[in-house]
């Protein structure tokens, strides 16, 4: 099984869209878009993205006030997630 099918696997068990993803540099939460036409293969397609960096994310002990952007569609590539975690 590749990654992007653990995490659809994941997904479904947890039931939720949601998703909270850490790379080296963002924390990054959305909800996941099945898109036909996107290399779901190699990305994560989120839709309605907010990202902040890891650093206000430890410094400040929440991303909620200190996003720098948000994003209507994100994608992310499976190579640099370090951690995700669906949230309902």
Known sequence: MNKAEEFRKIMTISNT????ILTNHYQIVGK??????C???SFI???????????????NQ???NYTS???DWLHINFDK???????G
């Open 17 to 20: 869209d949601k998703v909270i």
């Open 32 to 37: 996941v878009y099945e898109c036909e036409e």
């Open 39 to 41: 290399n779901r293969e």
């Open 45 to 59: 397609n989120l839709t309605n993205a907010s990202l902040c960096l890891i650093n206000d994310v430890y410094d």
């Open 62 to 64: 929440t991303c909620d």
């Open 69 to 71: 952007s948000h994003y």
């Open 81 to 87: 997630v370090v951690a995700f975690s669906f949230k």
